[in-house]
């Protein structure tokens, strides 16, 4: 009797990994980049979100943005002066780390800049991330945006949210088909306060009444000039100027963020 297909062993040993692949295919098109564009910009994001990040590539269309293992991409920039593919590339290495990704682009500081600063969207805080500030769902019938707007403005929550606010820990209960907090008095109920870090739950409110406390940010860190092979470092608000590995020049107080 013939074996079936389904039944086919496959050995772990005979399939292709593609880690190396990507890996391979990110230090070559970095390399293959550095030539073709003026300025090399390390970036860091804060609140990470792809969707946002996406934007991001949109309206930089004229530049490319790599966003992968941060190894892989020092070493494509090169470790040290004798491993760098153009002067002073390697200076950029020490700030690859963390949630960190490299921008290749025609455009000017300047300009990079002021659109990364203008570039701010609110998204909805994860777990883990403190409070920015105090949010308090208000006694009586529940709206959707739980006293966030005028009511006049709102619209009743809706009865088949009622279980699941429940469950979070809310004391509602339903009266003739309208969402209402249960013996609360005035208080109302306090689903988180200011400094307070975020567990799963308090997230998950947050954005069941649409309360956006995070903010997608992306920061560039340092960038490369290639037609004067220097380095500016803007982490903390100060600009410096580096040339050479051990060597700092023209510091001065950067803009506030």
């Not at 990110?26 to 990470?48: D, G, K, R, T, W």
């Not at 991409?73 to 760098?84: D, F, I, N, P």
């Not at 990364?116 to 105090?134: D, E, L």
Request: glycine share 8%.
């Amino acid at each position: 009797m013939p074996r079936s297909k389904r039944a086919k062993v496959v050995h772990l040993s005979k399939t292709q990994k593609k880690g190396k692949e990507l890996s391979q295919r990110l230090y070559a098109n970095i390399q293959e980049c550095i030539p073709q564009y003026p300025y090399i910009y390390v970036f860091s994001v804060h609140n990470m979100r792809n969707n946002y990040l996406k934007d991001v590539r949109a309206q930089l269309a004229d530049s490319r943005l790599f966003f992968g293992k941060t190894k892989v991409m020092a070493v494509a920039l090169g470790l040290t002066s004798s491993t760098e593919p153009y002067p002073n590339t390697s200076l950029l290495t020490p700030h690859l780390h963390g949630t960190i990704g490299l921008i290749f682009s025609p455009r000017p500081p300047p300009s990079l800049l002021t659109y990364f600063a203008s570039f701010a969207p609110a998204s909805y805080a994860r777990a883990g991330t403190p409070a920015s500030r105090t949010f308090t769902i208000p006694a009586g019938e529940l709206y959707s945006r739980a006293g966030e707007i005028p009511v006049e403005e709102d619209v009743p929550l809706a009865a088949s949210v009622e279980p699941n606010l429940r469950k979070l820990g809310v004391p509602t209960r339903l009266v003739k088909g309208r969402v209402v907090l249960d013996g609360r008095g005035e208080e109302g109920f306090v689903v988180c306060r200011e400094g307070e870090v975020l567990g799963s739950g308090q997230s998950a409110l947050l954005k069941t009444f649409g309360i956006a406390m995070a903010e997608f940010s992306v920061k560039v860190e340092a960038y490369w000039d290639r037609e004067t092979g220097r380095v500016e470092v803007l982490g903390d608000g100060v600009k410096k100027q580096v040339v050479g590995i051990g060597m700092e020049v023209d510091e001065e107080r950067g803009q506030s963020e």
